[in-house]
């Protein structure tokens, strides 16, 4: 059954501590994203990648840090560098990276929140 | 910058009534549309899309949308409302290719009987 893995569902960290959320799809897809999301705010994109051992910033990727040594696995790092961290953090991938009218597919989504 | 409005951060409806969610996008260069549902603590998944194929595009659960030129909109509808649509709904537009989607800050419906 093809889809994306979000890891973990939950997650609270310490303040100044790291943290890493997984991503991993099994759809084949070339493109894979992570956006943010906060009450009211829509979802931002913090960091989008094309294909493999290359990303790109999006509008709030300070605080922020990601990979992409495998196509299926997109790991996106929260800093102790990122000030408001506390948040729902969803995972997309979709077919044709290069392309713009391909829909996006999600996961389930990780929200961290900051103690 | 290019950008995604929805009109209506909160939309309460009738079970049985019409549903209208409102979607703007800025530029005259038509783009690609999309809308998305979200229910509580999930990710979002895809309604329907426009790819200039036609007009009128038909999604799941009875949802539809028009894109419209001149008045640069993709307004969300669908005749009868059911308790089950209550969720955040999201449009989102993709102008550019290799870019990702740029999505409006989301619409909350709310469904009473």
């Known amino acids: 059954d093809g889809g994306i893995t979000q890891s973990p569902k939950y997650l609270f960290r310490k303040e100044g501590q790291n943290v890493t959320l997984s991503c991993e799809q099994n759809?084949?897809?070339?493109?894979m994203y992570w956006y943010r999301q906060d009450p009211g705010q829509g979802l931002r994109l913090i960091y989008y990648s094309q294909i493999v051992n290359d990303f790109q910033k999006g509008d709030i990727a300070e605080g922020y840090s990601v990979s992409r040594e495998k196509k299926e696995s997109f790991p996106l790092t929260v800093t102790s560098a990122q000030k408001n961290p506390t948040a729902f953090y969803l995972c997309a991938s979709s077919a044709g990276g290069g392309t713009h009218h391909r829909e996006l597919f999600f996961g389930e989504g990780s929200r961290l929140t900051v103690l | 910058a290019q950008s995604v409005t929805q009109l209506g951060s909160h939309v309460s409806v009738s079970e049985g009534a019409l549903v209208l969610l409102r979607c703007n996008y800025s530029?005259?260069?038509?783009?690609?549309l999309f809308w998305y549902v979200q229910y509580p603590n999930q990710g979002l998944q895809l309604l329907l899309k426009?790819?200039?194929?036609?007009?009128l595009v038909k999604g799941i659960n009875g949802f539809e949308a028009e894109f419209k030129k001149s008045e640069t909109s993709f307004h969300l509808t669908k005749p009868s409302a059911h308790m089950s649509d209550a969720a955040e709904y999201f449009c989102a537009v993709s102008w550019a290719a290799g870019t990702a989607l740029i999505f409006g800050k989301g619409t909350t419906l709310s469904v009473s009987s």
């Open positions: 759809l084949n897809h070339d493109a």
């Open positions: 530029s005259s260069v038509p783009p690609y």
């Open positions: 426009y790819t200039s194929a036609a007009t």
